[in-house]
């Protein structure tokens, strides 16, 4: 049945249209604000009061939420159950990521995630592989005894989705050459993270194919005044994407404004890095055996290192008005245009107008999530939350 969202505060991901009505047909957003048809006999009716609509948030770094890890869970089980947490935060479009493991848990959740995929789970885009081609001197809380240089047979692993997206995070000095326009070439997005690379080891990288900087500042050589790094690479140059924690822990706020500042506008896009415990009642999981807790926010393992992140995407898009003092019309982009961008999808996600997909969701004054669609269904109502 076709359904009419009306009496809302609607962001386009351009501007804002107050009092509108939006129509939704088949999974596909028909009409938004002065278009809305006037005559909404045969639709179901859903009064907003206020609220606002927004794009539905994107997420292209999800570890884990609703008390699973996927690596723990590498089965489409494990997919539809973390796709479900993060629901009743917004996000209606995420990479599950695998953190770095043994091959057999990588062909595992690639062939679950082509699984999920077929089945058309709803909110999956697609895998992020974060993991296991990085850098021991900057491993995070990645084991060292599983980060390995890429082997030969590798490619046909890490290209084995038939659909969807596939993104890849490494460290680009520990590849050989031409692997990354190789990876490139057969649809692979390649992320930078996790990396002791040099500048010099980045242009080459970015004359391959690589695009983007997982989770910017955290796990990478720093920017530095005679030695830019990771970080000053990622700054200085126009087209490259990245990733930002905004949890108030991972990162500086000032950093982050800074880095914001400095890269070119639409480039920066909110991740979560998100474990077990978002979504969960739990305050602990394991990771490689060892116990990591949620505490006042962040995710850490008994010596204090930070194993990921204990947030969703409301609260980043809040982190980043109240922290970074960002408008919320730039954080909302951050957590839905601008990632739908990087992953390919622009013309389909992260926007409310006629013929995107109707992935999209209500927010309170507040910012709080009150519901949320994906391809036109409403979570809730249908049980899928």
Not at 174 to 183: C, D, F, K, T, Y
Not at 229 to 236: C, E, I, M, R, S
Request: proline share 4%; aromatic share 6%.
């Amino acid at each position: 049945m076709k359904t009419a969202l009306v009496n809302a505060r609607v962001f386009t991901g351009d501007r804002w249209l107050e009092k509108a009505t939006v129509t939704l047909d088949k999974g596909i957003i028909e009409t938004v604000g002065t278009e809305a048809k006037a005559d909404l006999s045969g639709y179901k009716l859903r009064d907003l009061s206020g609220d606002m609509l927004v794009p539905g948030f994107i997420d292209i770094q999800v570890n884990g939420g609703g008390g699973v890890l996927f690596n723990d869970q590498p089965d489409i089980e494990g997919i539809r159950a973390i796709a479900r947490a993060h629901r009743r935060f917004g996000t209606t479009g995420m990479l599950p990521t695998l953190i770095t493991d043994e091959r057999s848990v990588m062909t595992r959740a690639i062939s679950a995630m082509r699984q999920a995929l077929h089945a058309k789970e709803p909110g999956v885009l697609g895998i992020h592989l974060e993991g296991p081609y990085l850098n021991p001197l900057r491993k995070g809380v990645h084991q060292e005894s599983r980060i390995r240089f890429m082997e030969a047979d590798a490619l046909s692993v890490i290209t084995g989705l038939e659909q969807g997206k596939t993104l890849i995070t490494l460290a680009p000095e520990r590849a050989a050459p031409g692997v990354i326009q190789e990876l490139v070439s057969k649809g692979v997005l390649v992320a930078a993270g996790h990396t002791a690379g040099d500048y010099e080891d980045f242009q080459r990288a970015f004359r391959e194919g690589l695009s983007c900087f997982t989770h910017l500042f955290n796990a990478m050589s720093p920017l530095g005044s005679r030695e830019p790094g990771a970080v000053g690479a990622a700054l200085d140059h126009k087209e490259s994407w990245c990733g930002l924690i905004v949890d108030g822990y991972h990162v500086h706020p000032a950093s982050l404004r800074t880095a914001i500042k400095a890269k070119n506008p639409g480039k920066m896009l909110l991740v979560t890095d998100a474990m077990p415990t978002v979504g969960s009642s739990k305050d602990f999981f394991e990771l490689y055996g060892q116990k990591i807790w949620s505490r006042e926010g962040r995710c850490i393992t008994d010596d204090g290192v930070l194993a990921g992140a204990d947030l969703d995407m409301a609260s980043a898009v809040r982190n980043s008005v109240s922290l970074l003092g960002l408008t919320l019309d730039e954080s909302l982009r951050m957590a839905s245009l601008y990632p739908a961008e990087f992953l390919g999808l622009g013309e389909s996600y992260g926007r409310i107008e006629k013929g995107y997909e109707a992935s999209l969701v209500q927010l309170s004054k507040d910012i709080e999530v009150q519901e949320c669609w994906i391809r036109g269904k409403d979570m809730a109502a249908d049980g899928i939350v």
